[in-house]
């Protein structure tokens, strides 16, 4: 599978900005679908998953209520709205697919990994 993330830019406090991670392959659909961040300096972390239909999305704490991931497996594309951005989501957006169809925020456990997008928020 490879994954090829876009969407990112340069965005003011309070705007928002949707990524999306084109796939390849015909298991798209099977897999969890994840959404990662590395700001300058840190650890990539956590952001969002979703289940393989979409009936199941996870977030960290700190994005609830103004991200949303959602998934459109005919087109074999998964997204990230993000809205209400802070300068604190600055970072590079990587997406990440996981093959063993269970919820995990754990960057170790997945198996594919996007190049990265890079959002910008401005103060």
């Known amino acids: 599978v490879q994954l090829q993330a876009s969407g990112g830019g340069l965005v003011q406090a309070g705007g928002s900005l949707r990524l999306s991670c084109a796939a390849s392959g015909r298991t798209f659909s099977s897999y969890v679908m994840g959404w990662f961040r590395q700001a300058p300096g840190k650890k990539r972390e956590f952001v969002a998953a979703?289940?393989?239909?979409?009936?199941?999305?996870y977030y960290v704490d700190s994005v609830k209520g103004r991200f949303t991931i959602s998934r459109d497996n005919a087109k074999n594309t998964v997204y990230l709205q993000m809205n209400s951005l802070k300068p604190e989501d600055t970072a590079v957006y990587y997406c990440a697919a996981d093959r063993s169809n269970f919820y995990t925020p754990n960057v170790g456990d997945y198996d594919y990994w996007g190049q990265g997008t890079l959002v910008t928020v401005s103060s």
């Open positions: 979703i289940g393989w239909s979409g009936g199941s999305a």
